[in-house]
């Protein structure tokens, strides 16, 4: 209400370069996440994911050290091969690793038996497709290409 | 290089490697044909039953195949001046996750290495456990295995016939095979604990139990004599191992112990019946994982106590001797692009601290080569990941000393070589 007594044109230019400097950071936002990797998991299981984000490391869990959602199941981790560019993206931008750092745990577990290692689909369809499925499971996608 | 190979070796690799194969793609079908199915009506049925098989048993497995060239000494088989493919390992494993805090795993190994396995190979059960976490909490667990379990002796044990889990062809010397039996796995029990901080994540691994010494080229290594008719056996022994990992790998230290106890069995007038050795040893480990440069460190200092050893210049008398023997590296390995990398690796291996050069060994009966306690190899290898499955290599050696190598391949101990040279190709699968 008070706000018009002090609109005088100096700063209705100000308000309207505000404006714009919002919609410049919202297309930017927005953009960004359009083609950002993003983690998934079973539609059940989406406020335990939240609570995990909370208390764990997302790079635990793919690195295999945080088995269990917070409710005491067991996440079944999904991801692409080690030369597949969506992976190689995940792992570099949303887990801070490197594909080899996690080949060498999983391997680590492989072939002493002391572990399990991920489960492997080849394309993101089927990623969709067995997170959608598969109890408890966490994955990701590339939300650029399955707006496409 | 095939007339190393008996008609038998062949035979049973090709089965296997069918077998190998088979075995994957019905796991790539069935991962297939799961999300197809559960577009039927049915899917609750499918859904239920076929994906907790499919999730909770995992089957992988690995091959390798190498070939070797070498001048003065033979590794695996007759390569000196020659080419040989004495070496072979495949192995497949079965993991169980039956209840959350249950699991079940075990692991066959077919494995040939030049003389000391001979040209058919031996085929052993490599790890066969059961896994119980009987507490667990947000930040780590602590659980419990009996059975067969593998040693967590340095980076590198745990997985070193898997070719795909470490850089070269030959493993550093401080994992020497000449000594494999001693650390390759432990008949017992296991106790596990993982830990994870803000700082970075612990595991702690504690086993106990008997050894699988029952090899002839250990045998041979510590008495001098590859002709010895009976067999080492293991009294209780441990071994434990502290690891800890900043940023999930990027930073990796560990701190390995082992004290290790090992009989004879024989025959009443063997004169090597009451053979006894205590082996105390610790390895410290520093590996740097980054996106393009790894760098590794392992060092290890070992006691050895070899008591009762029968004197070949006074029958009937037995004498003793405590050689503490030392084994460092530096490795280097860059990623030329994400799957090419290049490693360089400094090695050392000392049999006698107390005599590096082995000048005494030399100077006093049976006045056996200098170059038998200790090697220096200077390592340079390529590594090519073709896809994540395939993998071929390529090194270089330049040894000095013979220490590491093999009694069998090698049966002439006087006329070992102490300057020769390597050349080794090897090509991989896993999945």
């Known amino acids: 209400m008070d706000f018009r007594l002090f609109n005088t044109s100096s700063t209705l230019k100000k308000q309207r370069t505000f404006c714009l400097f919002l919609c410049a950071c919202l297309f930017i936002l927005s953009s960004h996440s359009v083609h950002a990797l993003e983690v998934i998991t079973h539609p059940d299981n989406i406020d335990q994911l939240r609570q995990l984000e909370q208390q764990h490391n997302l790079a635990s869990v793919f690195a295999m050290r945080t088995l269990y959602w917070p409710n005491g199941e067991r996440i079944r981790v999904i991801v692409m091969p080690d030369d597949n560019p969506i992976h190689q993206r995940f792992v570099k931008e949303n887990l801070h690793l490197f594909p080899h750092q996690l080949r060498r745990t999983w391997n680590r577990l492989t072939y002493t038996g002391t572990g399990q290692a991920p489960s492997t689909v080849d394309s993101a369809a089927e990623m969709l497709e067995l997170v959608n499925q598969t109890k408890n499971a966490i994955g990701y996608i590339d939300n650029g290409e399955s707006h496409e | 290089m095939v007339s190393l190979m008996n008609k038998f070796t062949l035979t049973s690799i090709t089965f296997l490697c069918c077998l190998l194969f088979s075995v994957n793609n019905t796991m790539a079908t069935e991962n297939v044909s799961v999300p197809a199915s559960s577009l039927e009506s049915d899917d609750f049925k499918w859904a239920d039953y076929k994906k907790p098989w499919m999730d909770d048993i995992q089957i992988h497995g690995f091959l390798s195949q190498g070939l070797f060239s070498t001048t003065g000494n033979n590794v695996y088989g007759k390569s000196k001046d020659s080419v040989s493919a004495g070496s072979t390992e495949l192995g497949l494993n079965i993991s169980y996750q039956a209840l959350n805090n249950l699991s079940f795993a075990a692991q066959g190994l077919y494995r040939r290495a030049g003389e000391s396995t001979g040209p058919e190979g031996t085929v052993s059960l490599d790890f066969a456990f059961i896994d119980y976490t009987f507490f667990r909490h947000s930040a780590g667990r602590f659980g419990v295995r009996a059975g067969r379990i593998k040693n967590p002796w340095g980076l590198y044990n745990e997985t070193r016939d898997v070719a795909a889990t470490h850089p070269t062809i ?262």
């Open chain 2, 170 to 431: 030959f493993l550093p010397l401080a994992y020497f095979e000449r000594s494999r039996a001693l650390f390759v796995s432990m008949d017992g029990g296991q106790l596990y604990s993982d830990y994870d901080t803000n700082l970075g994540n612990f595991t702690f691994k504690f086993n106990l139990g008997l050894t699988n010494p029952a090899d002839k080229e250990l045998l041979a290594a510590i008495t001098g004599n590859p002709n010895i008719q009976g067999d080492l056996t293991s009294d209780l022994s441990l071994l434990a191992n502290l690891n800890y990992e900043i940023d999930n790998g990027k930073y990796v230290f560990a701190f390995s112990y082992a004290n290790l106890a090992l009989g004879y069995d024989g025959q009443a007038l063997d004169p090597y019946k009451d053979l006894n050795a205590r082996i105390n040893s610790f390895m410290l480990s520093a590996q740097y994982n980054g996106e393009r440069l790894s760098l590794t460190a392992e060092y290890a200092l070992q006691w050895n106590q070899f008591s009762q050893l029968p004197d070949p210049f006074a029958p009937g008398s037995t004498f003793e001797i405590s050689p503490v023997s030392e084994h460092w590296y530096v490795q280097a390995g860059y990623r030329i692009l994400d799957n090419l990398q290049a490693t360089l690796r400094y090695d050392s291996s000392t049999q006698d601290i107390n005599d590096r050069k082995g000048i005494a060994f030399s100077q006093n009966p049976p006045f056996l080569p200098a170059q038998l306690m200790f090697t220096h190899d200077i390592v340079f290898g390529m590594r090519w990941d073709i896809t994540p499955a395939w993998m071929l290599r390529a090194e270089y050696h330049r040894v000095h000393g013979s220490s590491t190598i093999s009694a069998f391949d090698n049966p002439n101990l006087a006329q070992q070589v102490a300057d020769w040279n390597i050349y080794a190709l090897q090509l991989a699968y896993r999945f």
